[in-house]
């Protein structure tokens, strides 16, 4: 199997959906530093916990566990938390 080129619309595709997943993670942390305080049923947190699942179920975990050194979801997402 050749492997994904710029071109490739599966290699577009997790760009993107990694590119969602900063989007929301900046977000969030601009909330947090003109809050002081994010709750957790703020439309940021659900809109990254979205993103976070979009990436999971295209099959990003390898290289999001490898940035971790965690095995489980509720693991990364007290990482980014942190």
Known sequence: MPAATATDPSADQKERL???VKKEVKQL???AVTR???HEESGGVTALCGAV???L???L???ALG???TS???ALLHKIAK
């Open 29 to 31: 942390m601009e909330e």
């Open 18 to 20: 990694i590119a969602a």
């Open 53 to 55: 699942e979009a990436c």
């Open 57 to 59: 179920g295209q099959g």
């Open 67 to 69: 940035l971790f050194k």
């Open 72 to 74: 489980s979801t509720t």
């Open 36 to 38: 002081k305080f994010v």
């Open 61 to 63: 975990r390898r290289r």
